[in-house]
C-alpha cells in the first residue's frame, strides 16, 4: 500500500519536473538580493494572466531540480521517536537531496538535522553526525507529513531547504526562529496539527522568500496580524479552519518605507465576528492608507460575521479598494444580528450598521441605551425616564464623534460641565428639575448642538443671556414659564429675529402685567424707559448735590486752601538773594501789658540774640512820623510776618476806628500773598481755638497756619519760633548781591511797590475782601473764586 503510495508521489513529481524543465523560465526575483540560478516561473501563464511575474509568479513557480533529488533515508534510534538521517551511497555536490519520511512515528525531526539533538551525538553516532554535515547545504526538502512530530527545531543549516513539509504532526508552537534565516524556503506546510500560538514574525523575518504557507486546520483562537503580512511578494498564507476569533496587533510597526506586499490571506472557517479594524491593527491613519499601501486579498468566507458598526468604516471608506483586499467579497453574508442573516455585506445600507453598546464598553447606567451610528457619525444614548439626579458619564466611541443625549424624564438639577458637552449634537433634558442653564454652558453648545430641549423645567425661571445666539428653532423651551423684565428685553428681539413655530417657545411672566406667550412679549408692557429717564434725571440731581456739596466746602474753608496753596508755593528763601532789611516784623497789641511785656522783654532779646534784625513799631517807629507808611514799609522790607496772637490782638478798634494790629495784620497777609519769599508766623499767645476767631483768614491760619503754641516754657517756645521763622538772615556781601541783583528777575519790594496800593484807614473787612477777589483775578498763582 505505502509502496503504491510513494510510486504515486514519485511519479507525480516527476510530471511537475518535466513541466517544470519544459514550461518554465529561470526567473530572479526582482527584490531579492541572492542568485537564484534554480528557480522557475511559468511565465506563459503569467502572461495570460496579465501580471507582472514579481505578482505573478509567486503563484508559478517550480525548481529546476524538481523530481531529482536523491532521499536520504532514516534510521530510529530510540523508541520514543528520535531518529538520525542516513544516506548509502557517496555524497555528490551536483546533486540535490530530501528527506522523506512519511506517515510513520517519527516524535522528532532527525536529531543530526542540523544537529539540533546534542545528547544523541555519542560515540556511537558521531560518524553519521559528521557525514550528515556535508549534505546540509544540499537538502532541499523535509518531508515528515503524517508523523508525530510536536516541534520544530532550529534548522537554519539547511541553507537551500526549499520545502518544508510538517502536515499532520502535533506541532504546537512555531517559532520565529526555527527557520528565519531560510531565503531559499519556499513552501511551508503546517495544515493540521495543533498549532495553538505562533510567535510573532514566523513568515516576516526580513531574510524569508516564502510563497505558500499552510497552517489551515489548527487550533489558533488568536491571529497577530505580523503573521498575516511578508515583507516579500508571496502566494498565499492559509489560516482556513482554526478557531481564530479577533486579530491582534502585539507591538507591530508598520514601516510606511518598507510597507508589505501583495499576497492571499485565507481566513475563513474561523470565528471572527467582529471584522477586522485594520486601520487599528496596522496602525493606519486612514482607511484609504489601507488600499494605497496593501497589495492583498483577504479571504473571510464562511466566518460567522455580525454586521454592526465595526464594518460600517471599511464598507463606507474603503469601498474602491474593498474589491481587490477582500476576495470573494460579494459572497460573504451576514450571520448576525438575527434580523440580517443570510444578507450579503454587499446589499448592508450602511445605516443598517450599528452597534448596540453595552455597559462594559461605556454605556452609562442600565438605564440607558446606547446605539452607535458609525453612518451618522452619532453615539445615540439614551436615559430618558432613567431616575438620574445628574448627568451620566459617557465614554467616547470609537466610531463616532458625536453623541445624542436624551435624558429627558430625569431628575437632573443642574448641568455640568462635561467632557462630552461639546460634542453633543442633540440634547433633550426636557422634564427635569434644573434650576438653571448657565451661559458658559450655552456657550459650549453652541457650536455644535443643533437640538437642544430644555421644555418642562418648572423650576427654571430664567434663561441664560448667551441663549439669544442660539436659533430657536434648534431651542425647544415650551412649558417654561421664564421671567421676562426690563432687564431681559432681548428676549423680544431674540424671538423677532428668529421666527419659529409657537410650540418651541415659552411663556414671560411679565411683573405687573402677568403670563403671556413670550412672543408676544413687548417692551411697551413695561415702562422701562420712564424708569430711564428717572434713573439719569436722580443721576443728575446727585450730581448737583455733590457739587453743592464741594462749592460750599470750597467756600467755607476758601482761606484755609488759599493759605495751604500760597505755602505750597513759597519758595526757600535763599539766603544769598535776601534783601530784605528787616528778618521779622513782629506784630502784637501794645496794649496789653503782659504781650507788650513779653515781646520786650523775651521775644525780640531772644531773637536779636540768635541774629534776627527785628522791627517793632513801639521801638523803631520814630516819634511824630505816620505811624501807617512807616509800618507799610516796615512790613515790605521784612522777610517774616510775626504775630503774637492775644485775645485783643484784632479787637481793639475803638469807636468805630481800626486797631494798629488789624492793619498790620493786612499788611502782612497782602505781602505774604503777593510776594513767595515771605512767610508768616503766629504766636498763639493766648490758646485761642479757631471757633472763638471771627476773621475768616486768622481763623483759617489757626487752623492750617504756621502756628506756635504758647505754652508758658520759655526755652521750647524760642526754639518753636525760630524753627518755624527759619533762620536769620546772612548778611550778603556786595559781590554775592550784584550778582544777585543781575539774577533776579523781580523783587517783591518792586512787585509791591508798583502796585498803586491804597490803604484807607475805614477799609472794612468787605473792602478787604474785594480787594481779595480783585488780586486773585490778576494774580498767576490764584484761581480761587471768592464770593
Ligand atoms: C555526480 O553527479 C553528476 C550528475 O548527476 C554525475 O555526472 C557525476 O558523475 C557524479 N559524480 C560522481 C563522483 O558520482
Ligand atoms: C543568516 O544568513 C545570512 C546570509 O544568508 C548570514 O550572513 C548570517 O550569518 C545568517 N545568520 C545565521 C544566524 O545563521
Ligand atoms: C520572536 O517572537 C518573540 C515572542 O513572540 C518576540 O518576543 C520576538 O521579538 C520575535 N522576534 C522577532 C525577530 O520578531
Ligand atoms: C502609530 O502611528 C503613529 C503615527 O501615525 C505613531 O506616532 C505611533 O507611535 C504609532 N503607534 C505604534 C504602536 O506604532
Ligand atoms: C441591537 O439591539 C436591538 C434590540 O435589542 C436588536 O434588535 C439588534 O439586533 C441589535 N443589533 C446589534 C447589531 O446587535
Ligand atoms: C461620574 O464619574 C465620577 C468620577 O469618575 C463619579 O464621581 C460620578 O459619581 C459619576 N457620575 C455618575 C452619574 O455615574
Ligand atoms: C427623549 O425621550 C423621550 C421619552 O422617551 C421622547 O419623548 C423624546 O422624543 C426623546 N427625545 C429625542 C430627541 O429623541
Ligand atoms: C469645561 O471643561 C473643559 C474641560 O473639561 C474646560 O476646558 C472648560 O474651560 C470648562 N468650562 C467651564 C466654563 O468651566
Ligand atoms: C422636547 O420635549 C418635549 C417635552 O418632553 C417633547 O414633547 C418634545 O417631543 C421634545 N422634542 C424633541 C425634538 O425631542
Avoid at 180 to 192: A, D, F, P, T
Avoid at 386 to 399: D, F, Q, V
Avoid at 582 to 588: A, G, L, P, T
Amino acid at each position: 500500500m505505502r509502496s503504491l503510495y510513494l510510486f504515486l508521489i514519485v511519479w507525480c513529481q516527476l510530471t511537475m519536473s518535466l513541466a517544470c524543465g519544459q514550461y518554465s523560465q529561470p526567473w530572479q526575483p526582482g527584490w531579492s538580493d541572492i542568485e537564484r540560478e534554480d528557480l522557475r516561473c511559468y511565465t506563459s501563464t503569467c502572461d495570460t494572466l496579465g501580471k507582472p511575474l514579481d505578482t505573478c509568479c509567486p503563484c508559478h513557480s517550480c525548481m529546476s531540480w524538481e523530481g531529482s533529488g536523491k532521499n536520504i533515508d532514516i534510521e530510529y534510534i530510540s523508541v520514543v521517536g528520535k531518529s538520525v538521517a542516513v544516506f548509502a551511497g557517496e555524497f555528490n555536490q551536483s546533486e540535490v537531496y530530501r528527506i522523506q519520511h512519511s506517515y510513520s512515528d517519527l516524535k522528532e525531526i532527525p536529531s543530526n538535522v542540523c544537529d539540533w539533538d546534542k545528547e544523541s551525538n555519542t560515540n556511537f553516532f558521531s560518524d553519521i553526525y559528521q557525514i550528515m554535515r556535508e549534505f546540509w547545504e544540499y537538502v532541499v526538502e523535509l518531508d515528515f507529513t503524517g508523523n508525530k512530530i510536536r516541534r520544530i527545531p532550529d534548522i537554519n543549516c539547511l541553507k537551500r531547504l526549499d520545502k518544508l513539509d510538517l502536515s499532520y504532526n502535533n506541532i504546537i508552537h512555531v517559532s520565529n526562529s526555527s527557520f528565519y534565516n531560510l531565503s531559499r524556503l519556499r513552501n511551508i506546510n503546517l495544515e493540521r496539527n495543533q498549532i495553538k500560538h505562533l510567535d510573532i514574525n514566523v513568515f516576516s523575518a526580513p531574510q524569508l522568500n516564502m510563497f505558500h504557507v499552510d497552517v489551515s486546520n489548527n487550533i489558533m483562537e488568536t491571529l497577530d496580524v505580523s503573521n498575516m503580512l511578508s515583507l516579500k511578494p508571496f502566494c498565499s498564507i492559509e489560516y482556513t479552519n482554526n478557531k481564530i476569533t479577533n486579530l491582534v496587533s502585539e507591538n507591530f510597526v508598520l514601516d510606511m518605507n518598507k510597507p508589505p506586499s501583495s499576497g492571499f490571506v485565507s481566513m475563513n472557517g474561523n470565528q471572527i465576528k467582529q471584522f477586522p479594524n485594520f486601520k487599528e491593527l496596522l496602525n493606519l491613519t486612514s482607511w484609504e492608507q489601507m488600499g494605497q499601501i496593501l497589495d492583498f486579498g483577504f479571504d473571510f468566507k464562511d466566518i460567522p460575521l455580525v454586521c454592526d458598526c465595526n464594518i460600517q468604516p471599511f464598507l463606507e471608506k474603503a469601498e474602491s479598494v474593498i474589491e481587490t483586499l477582500w476576495r470573494d467579497y460579494m459572497n460573504v453574508k451576514c450571520t448576525s444580528p438575527p434580523e440580517y442573516a443570510g444578507i450579503p455585506v454587499v446589499q448592508m445600507k450602511h445605516d443598517q450598521l450599528i452597534c448596540n453598546v453595552s455597559l462594559e464598553d461605556g454605556c452609562p447606567t442600565p438605564d440607558c441605551s446606547c446605539v452607535d451610528k458609525p453612518s451618522e457619525n452619532t453615539l445615540y444614548i439614551n436615559c430618558a425616564n432613567g431616575n438620574l439626579k445628574e448627568m451620566p458619564n459617557i465614554s467616547n466611541s470609537a466610531h463616532s464623534k458625536y453623541i445624542s443625549l436624551n435624558v429627558s424624564g430625569n431628575n437632573i438639577q443642574t448641568i455640568k460641565n462635561k467632557t462630552y458637552l461639546p460634542l453633543l449634537a442633540s440634547f433633550d433634558i426636557s422634564h427635569n428639575d434644573l434650576r438653571e442653564i448657565n451661559n458658559d454652558v450655552i456657550d459650549i453648545l453652541q457650536d455644535s448642538c443643533t437640538m437642544l430641549n430644555i421644555s418642562d423645567n418648572p423650576k427654571m425661571t430664567e434663561l441664560p443671556r448667551k441663549i439669544q445666539y442660539r436659533k430657536t428653532c434648534s431651542t425647544h423651551m415650551n412649558n417654561l414659564l421664564v421671567h421676562c423684565g426690563c432687564d431681559t428685553l432681548w428676549i423680544e428681539t431674540w424671538l423677532k429675529q428668529n421666527v419659529c413655530s409657537t410650540d418651541y417657545v415659552f411663556q414671560c411672566n411679565i411683573p405687573g402685567v402677568g403670563v403671556k406667550l413670550a412672543a408676544d412679549f413687548h417692551e411697551s408692557d413695561l415702562q422701562c424707559k420712564e424708569e430711564s429717564i428717572v434713573i439719569v434725571a436722580s443721576m443728575i440731581a446727585s450730581g448737583i448735590i455733590l457739587m453743592i456739596i464741594i462749592g460750599f466746602t470750597v467756600h467755607s474753608f476758601k482761606y484755609e486752601l488759599l493759605i495751604l496753596y500760597l505755602r505750597s508755593r513759597r519758595r526757600k528763601r535763599n539766603t544769598v538773594m535776601s534783601n530784605f532789611a528787616y528778618d521779622v516784623f513782629i506784630s502784637y497789641n501794645e496794649n496789653e501789658d503782659h504781650v507788650r511785656e513779653w515781646v520786650a522783654k523775651f521775644l525780640n532779646p531772644h531773637l536779636m540774640k540768635s541774629g534776627y534784625t527785628t522791627f517793632i513799631a513801639l521801638r523803631d517807629i520814630n516819634f511824630g512820623a505816620e505811624r501807617d507808611s512807616e509800618v507799610i514799609s516796615a512790613i515790605q522790607n521784612s522777610q517774616r510776618f510775626l504775630i503774637v496772637l492775644s485775645e485783643s490782638y484784632l479787637c481793639g478798634a475803638y469807636e468805630g476806628m481800626r486797631s494798629w494790629t488789624e492793619n498790620e495784620w493786612k499788611y502782612g497777609w497782602y505781602n505774604f500773598r503777593s510776594c513767595p519769599y515771605k512767610k508768616i508766623v503766629l504766636v498763639n499767645f493766648d490758646h485761642i481755638k479757631p471757633s472763638d476767631v471771627d476773621h475768616p483768614v486768622i481763623k483759617a491760619y489757626l487752623r492750617v497756619g504756621y502756628t506756635v503754641d504758647f505754652k508758658n516754657q520759655d526755652r521750647t517756645i524760642m526754639d518753636d519760633i525760630e524753627k518755624k521763622l527759619g533762620g536769620p538772615a546772612v548778611l550778603p556781601d556786595i559781590d554775592a548781591r550784584v550778582i544777585e541783583n543781575k539774577k533776579t528777575k523781580f523783587s517783591c519790594d518792586e512787585l509791591f511797590m508798583a502796585r498803586p496800593f491804597q490803604l484807607s484807614p475805614d477799609l472794612d473787612v468787605v473792602d478787604f475782601e474785594n480787594d481779595l477777589k480783585y488780586n486773585d483775578i490778576n494774580d498767576d498763582y490764584v484761581n480761587f473764586t471768592y464770593t
